[in-house]
């Protein structure tokens, strides 16, 4: 069974269009997370939730709108997509989080965003 | 503010031998803990192996071990006896900022 899954696996889109990319989770876990790769490999995390609160929220413009509706699923919604915004973005989760020894994270597939 | 650096874009090593990627990273916190992860051509992010900094014994998962030198803030992997499996981008990493760096593609020559 998939643990950690995301939907789509690839989205293409016009720039200026909304798009909303889902993840889910059955590992029972407590924490999720959203992480964006450039082209050039650099992987940088933008969002994490714990029991539906956010706890990380690192400078993202505010087109990005992560949400929760319960601990399994942390969607991320992108409003007006700009070219910049294509990527890879990877969602993943975590047992819980503490800010000092967070536990091992496990990733989901990815879903390749390519904004045209 | 926490850096992570690998100075190694990419590497090769023949299938059955030893290689050694690097990783240096920069942190004021005084507990923290480091990871490898590695993504294949599957895209998959993979957890290879993590040490907890109050730790002084190196990690060791199977093949695979780090040399953890914490005054020099060096966290390098060790892959022996290679496999063409290993082939991969590999990233370190360190909470508690979860900081990547920018990776070492490793090619495995058969």
């Known amino acids: 069974d998939t643990a950690v899954s995301q939907t789509p696996k690839y989205l293409v889109t016009q720039m200026g269009n909304d798009k909303s990319i889902k993840c889910e989770q059955n590992l029972g876990h407590d924490t999720m997370y959203w992480y964006k790769q450039d082209s050039k490999k650099f992987l940088k995390i933008m969002f994490s939730?714990?029991?539906?609160?956010?706890?990380i929220n690192e400078t993202v413009p505010n087109r990005f709108s992560p949400k929760s509706p319960d601990k399994a699923h942390l969607n991320l919604h992108i409003n007006s997509l700009e070219l910049g915004d294509s990527a890879v973005y990877f969602c993943?989760?975590?047992?819980?989080?503490?800010?000092?020894?967070?536990?091992?994270?496990?990733f989901g597939p990815g879903t390749r965003l390519t904004v045209l | 503010a926490q850096t992570v650096t690998q100075s190694q874009p990419e590497m090769s090593v023949q299938e059955a031998e030893t290689v050694t990627l690097s990783c240096t990273y920069d942190t004021s916190e005084s507990n923290y803990y480091l990871f490898w992860y590695k993504q294949p051509p599957s895209r998959q992010m993979i957890l290879v192996i993590r040490?907890?900094?109050?730790?002084?014994q190196n990690a060791t998962e199977n093949r695979f071990s780090v040399n953890f030198q914490k005054a020099a803030k060096s966290f390098s992997l060790k892959i022996s006896d290679s496999q063409l499996g290993d082939t991969a981008m590999y990233y370190c990493g360190a909470t508690n900022k979860l900081i990547f760096g920018t990776g070492t593609l490793l090619a495995v020559q058969p």
């Open positions: 993943a989760s975590s047992q819980s989080f503490q800010r000092l020894a967070p536990d091992t994270q496990y």
């Open positions: 939730y714990n029991n539906k609160e956010l706890i």
């Open positions: 040490q907890e900094a109050y730790k002084q």
